[in-house]
């Protein structure tokens, strides 16, 4: 058992309090193995789907920076997102656990303290998590209405026609991931990954011999365009380094499947350096054919059903079966990912729940007897996505704000582990784990600091000023939402039990 590893990883003095299933109770249905090194990274990969995923995000750097934004944009963000990456591969292998930054900061934090912040990182996490399944079902319903916009032209999809396909994709995925379904979906995951990059050749190749007249090395390097009403050009490209860090991060993902998968402390890094390097060398190339392909970049600003990718394909193509082929590849790849986000949720939930950090833990901590598999929390996670989901009726920029406080979730969960670490642990972990970072280890994680800080602190920014109520970045008001839930949670049962 990966918690029964995490107990004795490190030495003894920071092993002071447990989360999670560290303790068994005699007669509870425990974890299985389900996962080998190649399917973890499918998941992982999976995950971001880096240059697919990359293409959604078009329309944001026509007025944030243009071409040279996203191209160099994408560089800069691969470089300096490892020391990220190598942080958190050498938590994951020093202190192995399905809970995560969650239990890593536990583990490292004074005693005092810990119950506190323990507490805090699971409901960042977690949230984040619901977060990032929610945006990701809200991508795959607009994906899809758009493409049937532009199979059909006279057709313009209402919100909520497209909140039932929301319904739809969140259904399908918690049906991969239920028992029976989820042994074909186990060995589904790494040709998934062979998918994505299927689909991106397809892609780079019908775009390179169809697009004209195509873009000149000068609009794709060099030709910054400012239209956000920010005057720093400085602002202007860190705000578009965007589709980059979505493209490259979430290197928490795989640790939730830590007991799943044999010798964590080993694979489990392995795992996050594989999949950031795959991630980076197929995405940096289709950054470029997207932006040479590009023959109408200011289509992208109202493309088609508010998708750039359709919009870029349908201009460079010229041709709609293409286009159908090309965008139903990327609704079933990001159906998978939605299928993956699910899975590492719903593990998230269950490591929590143990803990009575989050709601309803007594029966979402068990696992389903035959499968081994987290039923329970799959169901509520999906619930309250569906829930989540329904405030893309009334606001066609709820994407925006849920996919930014999962961002923000997610990197003040990195920043409060590295510091932690820095303070309290890192000399104290085995030295005979598989990743170590050494002396250097030190100057990556401040390093790491920085760049969640700043990471972070450009997911509140507007994309455009002046601020109006259509241009607003409404992820502080979902992240007020989710500290009002968790205060609550902590006082009527929280501070009881965490």
């Known amino acids: 058992m990966a918690h029964e590893e995490a107990a004795d990883y490190p030495t003894k003095s920071l092993t002071h309090v447990s989360l999670g299933k560290a303790s068994q109770h005699e007669g509870e249905v425990l974890p299985a193995v389900h996962f080998t090194f190649w399917s973890a990274l499918g998941i992982q990969y999976s995950l971001t789907s880096a240059p697919l995923a990359l293409g959604l995000y078009l329309s944001l750097v026509v007025g944030l920076g243009g071409s040279p934004v996203f191209v160099w944009g994408f560089l800069l963000v691969g470089v300096v997102q490892l020391t990220q990456c190598l942080a958190i591969a050498e938590l994951a292998s020093a202190i192995p656990h399905s809970a995560g930054p969650a239990h890593w900061a536990v583990v490292l934090a004074p005693p005092k303290f810990a119950n506190l912040i323990g507490y805090t990182l699971g409901w960042l996490t977690v949230s984040a998590w619901i977060c990032i399944a929610t945006s990701t079902y809200l991508y795959l319903a607009q994906v899809t209405m758009a493409l049937v916009e532009a199979c059909i032209p006279e057709f313009t999809s209402a919100a909520w026609q497209r909140y039932m396909v929301y319904i739809a994709f969140s259904l399908i995925c918690l049906a991969l991931n239920l028992p029976k379904a989820f042994g074909w979906t186990s060995k589904a995951i790494f040709p998934t990954l062979i998918l994505i990059n299927l689909t991106a ?7 390179l011999v169809r697009a004209s007249p195509k873009q000149s090395a000068q609009f794709v390097f060099l030709d910054i365009v400012n239209m956000s009403g920010w005057s720093s050009t400085s602002i202007v490209f860190l705000i578009g380094l965007a589709p980059a860090l979505a493209a490259l991060g979430l290197f928490d993902n795989v640790t939730h499947i830590t007991d799943e998968i044999s010798n964590p402390t080993r694979e ?45 394909l349908l201009n460079g193509y010229r041709m709609l079966p293409l286009t159908i082929i090309g965008i139903s590849s990327v609704i079933v790849c990001f159906t998978m990912t939605g299928t993956i986000v699910l899975l590492s949720t719903s593990r998230l939930y269950w490591a929590l729940a143990s803990d009575h950090i989050v709601p309803l833990s007594k029966s979402m901590s068990k696992l389903a007897s035959e499968d081994h598999l987290p039923v329970n929390s799959m169901l509520l996670t999906t619930v309250v996505s569906i829930a989540l989901g329904a405030i893309s009726i009334g606001s066609s920029t709820a994407i925006n704000a849920v996919t930014g406080a999962a961002g923000i979730c997610i990197m003040l969960s990195y920043i409060i582990t590295f510091v932690l670490a820095l303070k309290y642990g890192r000399e104290n972990f085995n030295q005979e784990r598989w990743l170590s970072l050494g002396k250097y280890g030190n100057p990556i994680y401040v390093m790491a600091i920085m760049w969640s800080a700043l990471s972070m602190s450009l997911t509140v920014l507007p994309l455009y000023l002046p601020v109006t109520a259509a241009t607003m970045n409404y992820a502080s008001v979902v992240m007020v939402a989710i500290i009002v839930l968790a205060v609550a949670f902590w006082f009527i049962r929280g501070s009881k039990h965490a």
């Open 201 to 207: 050749v397809y892609v780079l190749i019908t775009l």
């Open 268 to 312: 489990i890094p392995r795992v996050m350096f594989g999949s950031y390097f795959l991630s980076f060398i197929t995405g940096f190339p289709m950054t470029m054919i997207y932006q040479f392909c590009n023959v109408d970049p200011i289509s992208l600003l109202t493309p088609v059903g508010g998708q750039p990718l359709v919009q870029l």
